[in-house]
């Protein structure tokens, strides 16, 4: 499988990350993307290393204001006095208060959602070459949909991940939303439907939004409960989108510990519905930190667990652009990525 990947991706080096009020090392750290790459590379996967795309139409999914904050917040942050090393939010504008924000203390509580995203001096430059990364996937996948090649899939090592990125908010150790601008490419190319299927540990909210008015995207997404997990506001059962997008907004909230079969009972279920959708392509919002041994773990899912998972998604018999989500460092990360595409590829 073709495995596309931007050194650049490591310019984002975020260090802080507070939870439950504790501030810690952040786990989304420029080794996950050097884990996953070697990895696939022994397992014999080709590495295709990207140039930046220089188009912004690529990222027109985003929010105009939004693409000008990330470009511009650190020059404005890194000239305050007594300022931090990291552009960390301390304000949030909350449901009782709506006014525009005008310094650059104020843009950062409005434009970052948790404190999970903080900015460094590379952050941009990362995030940007995250989303490159997944438009040169979805560019080659659609090349290979459109001449019918036999080998219609391709993995995007992707990080910054993406899935808790709305249109105009960052969150979750995610700037700009790559599945969303993958599906969002697809769309414009004339494809007529799209269906993406999120199996990270955290509900993909950020795609839920972006796409929730809208029919011509299925969003599909197995996660943890967010009664008690991260996102705790999105991801519930009862969310199935509005307006045009009613019913073309699918999740299942799972319970902690949920385990390989589990798991993959539900998927079936998840795969039956993109089946009915009809789509021309599926895109993969591949979470590894499902896996028991993450060190956010919530589910339980083992390396054999995601050889399934990939024999499963496999079967669905679509083109399918795999995009990197989370999974974070643990003895096993590169493997479970070695099954999932190993199980996926075996299939065909």
């Known amino acids: 499988m073709q495995v596309f990947y931007s050194p650049k991706t490591n310019k984002h080096s975020p260090k802080s990350f507070i939870s439950r009020g504790n501030l810690i ?32 139409n690529t990222l027109d999914i985003h929010d105009e204001g939004y693409l000008r904050f990330l470009q511009s917040a650190w020059d404005k942050w890194s000239v305050l006095d007594e300022r931090s090393e990291e552009i ?21 509580g409005h434009y970052q959602a948790d404190t999970a ?41 992707c990080r910054p991940p993406g899935h808790h990125a709305y ?17 969002d ?49 999105a991801g519930y059962k009862d ?35 993109i089946e009915a959708f009809a789509p021309q392509v599926l895109i993969i919002a591949l979470g590894l930190d499902a896996s028991v041994e993450d060190p956010l773990a919530y589910l339980s899912l083992t390396t054999e667990g995601f050889l399934v998972l990939g024999k499963l998604i496999s079967s669905a018999e679509l083109p399918t652009l795999f995009v990197q ?7 096993v990360l590169g493997e479970n990525l070695v099954a999932t595409l190993k199980g996926f590829e075996d299939n065909r």
Request: some cysteine; charged content about 20%; overall charge neutral.
């Open 88 to 108: 960390i939010p301390n304000v949030h504008p909350g449901r009782n208060m709506s006014a525009s924000p005008k310094a650059i203390v104020s843009a950062a």
């Open 25 to 56: 090392q952040s786990p989304e750290r420029a080794e996950r993307a050097t884990i996953l790459k070697s990895a696939a590379e022994k397992a014999g996967h080709r590495i295709v290393e990207i140039l930046p795309e220089k188009s912004q």
């Open 167 to 183: 249109a105009d908010q960052a969150g979750g150790f995610c700037f700009l939303n790559n599945c969303a601008i993958a599906a």
């Open 117 to 157: 995203c903080p900015i460094g001096a590379g952050t941009w430059e990362g995030a940007k070459a995250s989303a490159d990364t997944v438009i040169a996937a979805a560019t080659n996948l659609f090349k290979r949909y459109r001449d019918n090649e036999p080998e219609d899939f391709v993995y995007s090592l």
């Open 239 to 273: 969310e199935a989108g509005i307006g045009r997008g009613t019913n073309f907004n699918i999740n299942y909230p799972l319970s902690k510990n949920t385990g390989n079969a589990d798991y993959m009972k539900v998927l079936k279920v998840a795969l039956k519905q």
């Open 185 to 233: 490419f697809f769309i414009k190319q004339g494809l007529e439907k799209v269906a993406i299927l999120d199996v990270d540990v955290h509900h993909g909210n950020g795609t839920q939004g972006i796409f929730y008015e809208r029919s011509d995207v299925l969003t599909v997404s197995l996660h943890g409960n967010p009664s008690e997990y991260y996102p705790f506001f």
């Open 325 to 331: 989500e989370g999974g974070y460092i643990s003895p």
